[in-house]
């Protein structure tokens, strides 16, 4: 258990620089944070997105993001898109 002294000049810190508790490594990060920057590494290429596109009737958006979600299968995605 801290002092009395101790948690005071703690809290004081902590307002004084809100960063001491701010995770600053991406592991660190809260889980969507992770995924989205999971999915953005995803490479997908405009003619996959096109043809999900135009196939199931989705903006280039829905399209692009169901493709990430499938690691840039193109299969994978219409597969998931068909089923649901």
């Known amino acids: ?9 703690l809290a004081c810190a902590v307002a004084a620089d809100p960063s001491t508790i701010t995770p600053k490594h991406p592991h660190n990060s809260s889980p969507p944070v992770r995924r989205r920057a999971a999915l953005v590494a995803v ?3 405009d003619t996959d997105i096109t043809l999900i596109q135009t196939h199931m009737e989705l903006s280039d958006k829905v399209a692009e993001q169901v493709l990430r979600e499938h690691g840039g299968d193109v299969v994978a995605a219409l597969r998931h898109l068909v089923s649901t």
């Open 1 to 9: 258990m801290l002092a009395a002294g101790t948690a005071h000049d």
């Open 43 to 45: 490479k997908v290429s």
